[in-house]
């Protein structure tokens, strides 16, 4: 008997490319499902969620290959587990991962609840890999190392890769898209979706203030105490950003978000260099495959090809205190730390 595999469908070239490659692969039994998490209903207004032109495409790529497609809505499920949890973060001055909480909570999460013993495996278009050694499910990198997702599946338990399939994670991005073209797939030309999962094209900024609205105060200047400007609010910033402050003489990054006092503290690049991290902790570590032998890793502190080569301490095994070789100036608290052996994710957790 074909196991059946449930596989994610977004509308975009990836997923489109996963699901041909699975069905042409002749071996499984096939449903494939789009998951509705686009907040509509409550900020149409502030711009347009394009989840209707996704399910026309997803529909066209779907009827290609003759595999039946399912709508599942899991919107209340993402208000209580992600969009909550990431406002409370905001609030606090700190810096919410919100889409690896969706892959998590939602996505590996949520739907696998969903839709329970009735499927195997659990399909998408990520750009990850996995191996099996000794019973246990190991995630790897992505072979192209731009598009690598794994920071973003960082918090999958063992249970939930152990349920995955990734058929595109051995193939470089330029090749998904030649694929595409190849077997005339209807999303073939449709360029990448950018920006949180929930939000489509509505403004990050815009869904801040919705929630929280405004909340001013005073841009200074760090030692001095010398006061710039003025911001909306702590939340619409984040540790290391440049745009967006409005400062004259700059560039201006902030280093500091005093919620207390209600205060972003900036520096001028000239000193940047001087305010860099280079150790942090990071508390509640999800480790996918058991904690790190070795206490030489790399980490990875956002998505994007870089990696940190750094020292890494356990400390009572949900606990990781990192020195980093170089520092950054854009290590943030909430932001996630993702850690990795060679080419293995290891798992990570939020920065302390």
């Given amino acids: 008997m074909k196991e059946r595999v449930a596989v994610l469908v977004s509308g975009g070239v ?128 992505g072979v192209d190392p731009v598009k690598d997702q794994t920071y973003f599946l960082c918090r999958l338990t063992q249970r939930q890769v152990a349920q995955c399939l990734f058929p595109i994670g051995e193939l470089p991005k330029t090749e998904v898209r030649v694929l595409a073209e190849r077997w005339c797939l209807a999303n073939a030309g449709r360029p990448d979706s950018q920006g949180i999962c929930f939000l489509g094209q509505i403004p990050y900024d815009e869904f801040v203030w919705f929630h929280l609205g405004d909340r001013p105060g005073a841009i200074v200047e760090i030692g001095s105490g010398r006061e710039l400007g003025e911001h909306r609010g702590l939340w619409f910033h984040t540790i290391g950003q440049r745009r967006g402050l409005g400062l004259a003489g700059g560039p201006w990054y902030v280093v500091e978000k005093d919620v207390q006092s209600n205060t972003i503290v900036v520096v001028h690049r000239d000193t940047l260099a001087d305010h860099q991290r280079n150790n942090f902790t990071v508390e509640d570590i999800n480790w996918i495959a058991g904690a790190p032998q070795s206490s030489r890793l790399t980490v990875r502190l956002r998505h994007g090809a870089r990696l940190w080569p750094a020292e890494v301490e356990v400390v009572g095994g949900k606990s990781v205190r990192v020195q980093l070789d170089d520092g950054d100036p854009g290590i943030a608290a909430g932001q996630f730390a993702v850690f990795y052996d060679d080419e293995e994710c290891l798992g990570g957790g939020p920065i302390g």
């Fill in 14 to 141: 990836d997923s489109a490319v996963a699901l041909h490659t699975l069905v042409r692969d002749g071996r499984y039994d096939i449903v494939a499902f789009y998951l509705k998490i686009w907040l509509e209903d409550d900020l149409a207004f502030l711009g347009r969620c394009p989840w209707e032109e996704d399910l026309t495409f997803v529909r066209m790529v779907c009827a290609q290959v003759d595999v039946p497609l399912e709508i599942v809505s899991l919107q209340q499920e993402y208000r209580s587990r992600v969009v909550e949890y990431s406002l409370a973060e905001l609030q606090a001055g700190r810096t919410p991962s919100s889409d690896i909480l969706c892959n998590s909570l939602i996505k590996f999460g949520a739907f696998l609840e969903r839709i329970g013993p009735d499927f195997d495996l659990l399909a998408s278009g990520h750009y990850a890999r996995l191996r099996v050694a000794d019973g246990v499910t190991h995630l790897l990198r």
